[in-house]
């Protein structure tokens, strides 16, 4: 009987230590203490081995190692579409916007917009290629026959359960931002292009994007006032100052070099940022209410085309009437 009682007793032991005598199925005491950490510890461990293992640095949601290769690849196809001759340049344009037209289609249909692309991309090609051709007036016939295009093109394909009113608003939009804003850039590059024009199409695209680094850099490093929350979180006020700096810097010295007044390489600074800083809330706005962080994946580390563009966009129409006002002698030195 105690032999059977002692062994009845060992074996209920045995279950409560779960065959080792360690209690429970829990293991000793510091293994437990282990478990307990466990969580915090591969969070650090995981983080650790992610940056060894030499993940890109990333500052303000860029990766720098894809961004900038790309950037400078961009540039050499654009001073090598400005080397000689403006048309290369003019086809450079009509690519972008038609690239453009297409991404801001696909954003547009997320709001249950439907913006016909293809008259838009072939109305766009047209005007920036009459604006090559034949100056302002190009332009305005140009832009006009692009919205007739569009605007037929989407009645036709109306039906009752898709009414055209929002789509034709939208399309309007499209055509006066996309290809007629892009027709100031070639206008300005058919400005004396061998003397000036080529010369000022590179400037237009620096100023926006001295203000893009500048903005960049400073907002990373001493960004702490917000300036549009509501908009775009990311951006700062010391980030704005920036911007202002790096801008009216590369102005200044571009237009210095081109032998002309300092002041207006300061003022084009100035309407660079503000247009590129008005530029980036739009679209940051119209990308929120999408639901979209870029506009597009054509240019890693960049986004889309558009995301690109918009700056330069914008600026193009001020920057236009001061340096060709400029260059005609219309400016007091």
């Given at each position: 009987?105690?032999?059977?009682?002692?062994?009845?007793?060992?074996?209920?032991?045995?279950?409560?230590?779960?065959?080792?005598?360690?209690?429970?199925?829990?293991?000793?005491?510091?293994?437990?203490?282990?478990?307990?950490?466990?969580?915090?510890?591969?969070?650090?461990?995981?983080?650790?081995?992610?940056?060894?293992?030499?993940?890109?640095?990333?500052?303000?949601?860029?990766?720098?190692?894809?961004?900038?290769?790309?950037?400078?690849?961009?540039?050499?196809?654009?001073?090598?579409?400005?080397?000689?001759?403006?048309?290369?340049?003019?086809?450079?344009?009509?690519?972008?916007?038609?690239?453009?037209?297409?991404?801001?289609?696909?954003?547009?249909?997320?709001?249950?917009?439907?913006?016909?692309?293809?008259?838009?991309?072939?109305?766009?090609?047209?005007?920036?290629?009459?604006?090559?051709?034949?100056?302002?007036?190009?332009?305005?016939?140009?832009?006009?026959?692009?919205?007739?295009?569009?605007?037929?093109?989407?009645?036709?394909?109306?039906?009752?359960?898709?009414?055209?009113?929002?789509?034709?608003?939208?399309?309007?939009?499209?055509?006066?931002?996309?290809?007629?804003?892009?027709?100031?850039?070639?206008?300005?590059?058919?400005?004396?292009?061998?003397?000036y024009g080529r010369w000022l199409v590179l400037l237009l695209v620096a100023l926006p994007a001295a203000s893009d680094t500048g903005g960049f850099f400073a907002g990373s490093y001493l960004g702490k006032h917000k300036l549009a929350p509501s908009?775009?979180?990311?951006?700062?006020?010391?980030?704005?100052?920036?911007?202002?700096?790096?801008?009216?810097?590369?102005?200044?010295?571009?237009?210095?070099?081109?032998?002309?007044?300092?002041?207006?390489?300061?003022?084009?600074?100035?309407?660079?940022?503000?247009?590129?800083?008005?530029?980036?809330?739009?679209?940051?706005?119209?990308?929120?209410?999408?639901?979209?962080?870029?506009?597009?994946?054509?240019?890693?580390?960049?986004?889309?085309?558009?995301?690109?563009?918009?700056?330069?966009?914008?600026?193009?129409?001020?920057?236009?009437?001061?340096?060709?006002?400029?260059?005609?002698?219309?400016l007091v030195w």
């Amino acid at each position: 009987m105690r032999s059977s009682a002692s062994g009845e007793s060992a074996a209920r032991t045995a279950a409560a230590t779960g065959g080792d005598g360690h209690g429970p199925e829990q293991g000793p005491p510091q293994a437990a203490a282990a478990s307990d950490l466990a969580p915090a510890t591969l969070t650090k461990r995981t983080r650790s081995s992610a940056r060894s293992a030499g993940e890109p640095a990333k500052k303000g949601g860029r990766d720098l190692k894809v961004a900038v290769p790309v950037a400078l690849g961009l540039l050499v196809l654009l001073a090598a579409a400005v080397c000689f001759s403006p048309w290369p340049f003019v086809a450079l344009v009509a690519v972008a916007v038609c690239l453009a037209s297409w991404e801001l289609s696909r954003a547009l249909a997320r709001g249950a917009i439907d913006l016909p692309v293809v008259p838009l991309a072939l109305g766009g090609v047209g005007m920036v290629v009459a604006a090559g051709a034949s100056g302002p007036p190009g332009v305005v016939v140009g832009f006009g026959i692009t919205v007739a295009l569009v605007m037929a093109w989407r009645l036709v394909d109306a039906g009752p359960d898709r009414p055209p009113a929002k789509d034709l608003y939208a399309a309007f939009f499209a055509v006066l931002y996309l290809p007629g804003l892009a027709s100031f850039v070639v206008l300005l590059a058919f400005e004396d292009f061998i003397h000036y024009g080529r010369w000022l199409v590179l400037l237009l695209v620096a100023l926006p994007a001295a203000s893009d680094t500048g903005g960049f850099f400073a907002g990373s490093y001493l960004g702490k006032h917000k300036l549009a929350p509501s908009v775009s979180p990311k951006k700062t006020w010391e980030g704005l100052a920036g911007s202002l700096v790096l801008a009216m810097v590369v102005g200044a010295v571009a237009i210095w070099l081109l032998h002309g007044p300092l002041w207006l390489g300061l003022a084009l600074g100035v309407v660079g940022v503000g247009t590129a800083t008005l530029g980036d809330l739009a679209v940051s706005l119209l990308k929120r209410d999408l639901g979209m962080k870029d506009m597009g994946s054509l240019l890693p580390g960049h986004g889309g085309v558009l995301d690109r563009v918009d700056s330069i966009l914008l600026t193009a129409p001020l920057a236009y009437l001061l340096l060709t006002w400029w260059v005609r002698g219309g400016l007091v030195w």
